[in-house]
């Protein structure tokens, strides 16, 4: 994701990747709502969708989530597997253009002033590379964190859970969701005709991280906590995982970034960890080509940590949370009993359903608009071309300043940005714009929209647009005026 957002703004990227082909492994079940607004801000979401099959609910901890339809065009968690994600994903990196060099393992990295030395061992021995910047987007054991001397604190596992695709023909249903026993808990999913993915959660042992998991041990904990096997057999893949909960300290240091389970590792529990890492590419492509290209100073890398980390940091707080409400025994029953019956109440469903979603991110803005710092709904525009999303105009993952109401002040104060951004005349379809978690607010006359979705500055319908503070958001986003 993060090499595609690179690419489409215009930087030079080679992805160096360790394996030497896709593992197929299924891993994450499913995308939520802003991570499909992301594919739909980039034009490629109808390819997920023609793979994937929208979810009903989604969950917390096990305990259903209902959606609204009114807050995104996309109201379900699409169900869909990692292995499908990362073949996708990696398709439109191939259309764009993205170098990906498999079968090269970075083993050391040297930063100075103008670059960092990647040190690669690759099938043919060592080699190196020269880049300008490095991200680390290589999974929770990041070899590049580690290299970078950033620091990962965080809370030891406490559980351990088992994870394997395989065929069960004993299974009295089809679908087994989360059934608590006294020794954990269990699921068993259908997730295409023929296998399960099956779950088996035991809270009285930590296992050895690199102990490899096997289909025997699946087997075992099943029986444990399940008292049977359902007579499942053929394994596709077995893995284990656990509620450890890391985060990298910075982001950065100095030329070097982290992204994805780099930066965050935390409990699967409602499926966020995929997603948060698509969402921290995307925070972060358009910054970091900015200023590869120059336009940009590099101070605004610090902001990829500033509004990166409070996210990654209430996930860790959320998948806690829901580690704690999976735990066996009498306490925590009545725990769930209690939660369940408040998650019936319009307020507690919705603030549950955004930290899940992160339709409710914010990020941090000196204006006090409410949509600024957060994403902007995919609302329908009048343009002379006809009606159109506001997605649409992101597709080239260009900044994009929508004027809503013909203001000459407003057209005046970008002329300076014209080479970086787009100036969009429209009309608002819609009178009220859903902006998690606020609310129906007034469409605006005018809006900046950061190429990753969020509002950098907004105006309102009837007063006189702040253009001081236009001109001052498109300097801190978009670098400084073109003279003349
Ligand atoms: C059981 C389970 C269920 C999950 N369900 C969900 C879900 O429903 N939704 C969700 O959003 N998330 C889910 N997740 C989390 C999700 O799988 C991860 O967050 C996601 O894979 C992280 O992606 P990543 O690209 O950051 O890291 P990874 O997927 O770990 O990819 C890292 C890549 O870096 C490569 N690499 C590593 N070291 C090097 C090196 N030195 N040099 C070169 N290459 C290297 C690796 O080979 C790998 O290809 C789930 C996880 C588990 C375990």
Avoid at 175 to 198: K, L
Wanted: net charge negative; charged share 25%; hydrophobic share 40%.
């Amino acid at each position: 994701m993060l090499a595609c957002e690179l690419r489409l703004a215009g930087a030079d990227v080679v992805v160096v990747e360790r394996l030497a082909e896709r593992t197929g492994e299924s891993r994450a079940g499913g995308i939520h709502s802003r991570t499909l607004e992301v594919l739909d801000q980039r034009g490629v979401l109808d390819r997920f969708l023609a793979e994937g099959e929208p979810q009903p609910v989604g969950h917390f901890s096990g305990l259903y989530l209902d959606f609204d339809e009114s807050e995104s065009r996309h109201p379900y968690p699409l169900m869909i597997l990692q292995s499908a994600v990362e073949r996708l994903l990696e398709e439109w990196a191939g259309e764009l253009g993205v170098r990906v060099r498999r079968s090269a393992a970075v083993s050391g990295i040297r930063q100075d002033a103008g670059g960092v030395t990647v040190e690669l061992d690759t099938a043919d021995g060592a080699a190196e590379l020269r880049a300008g910047y490095l991200v680390g987007c290589d999974g929770g054991r990041s070899t590049v964190r580690k290299l970078a001397g950033i620091g990962f604190p965080g809370t030891d596992a406490t559980m351990t859970a088992l994870i394997g695709d395989v065929e069960l023909p004993g299974l009295p249903e089809d679908y087994v969701w989360v059934r608590r026993t006294p020794g954990g808990d269990y699921s068993a999913i259908a997730f295409e005709p023929g296998w399960y993915r099956v779950i088996t959660s035991e809270y009285d042992r930590v296992a050895d991280r690199d102990e490899p998991a096997t289909f025997e041990q699946l087997r075992e904990s099943l029986v444990r906590v399940a008292g049977t096997d359902f007579g499942m057999h053929s394994p596709r893949w077995v893995s284990r995982f656990n509620d450890a909960a890391r985060q990298a300290d910075r982001y950065r240091k100095g030329r070097v970034l982290l992204a994805g389970d780099a930066a965050h590792i935390h409990f699967p529990a409602g499926g966020q960890g995929l997603n948060m890492g698509v969402q921290d590419a995307v925070n972060l492509g358009w910054k970091l080509a900015s200023v590869v290209r120059g336009r940009a100073p590099e101070s605004l890398l610090d902001s990829y940590h500033d509004e990166r980390h409070p996210v990654g940091e209430r996930v860790l707080h959320n998948t806690r949370a829901q580690a704690a409400l999976a735990r066996p025994g009498a306490a925590t029953d009545a725990l769930r009993e209690v939660f369940g019956s408040l998650m019936v109440f319009d307020d507690v469903n919705r603030v549950l359903r955004h930290m899940l979603t992160a339709l409710d991110v914010r990020y941090p803005v000196d204006g006090d608009h409410p949509m600024e710092g957060r994403r902007v709904f995919d609302a329908d525009l009048k343009t002379d071309e006809g009606v159109i999303g506001v997605y649409q105009l992101l597709h080239g993952a260009r900044p994009v300043l929508l004027d809503l109401c013909g203001s000459v002040e407003v057209t005046a104060a970008a002329a300076g940005w014209a080479d970086r951004v787009d100036l969009v005349a429209a009309r608002a379809e819609d009178e009220l714009w859903p902006v998690p978690p606020v609310g129906e607010v007034p469409a605006p006359a005018a809006l900046l929209i950061r190429p990753d979705g969020h509002v950098a500055w907004a105006a309102d319908a009837g007063g006189e647009p702040d253009t001081a503070a236009l001109r001052a958001a498109l300097t801190t986003w978009f670098g400084p005026a073109l003279e003349g």
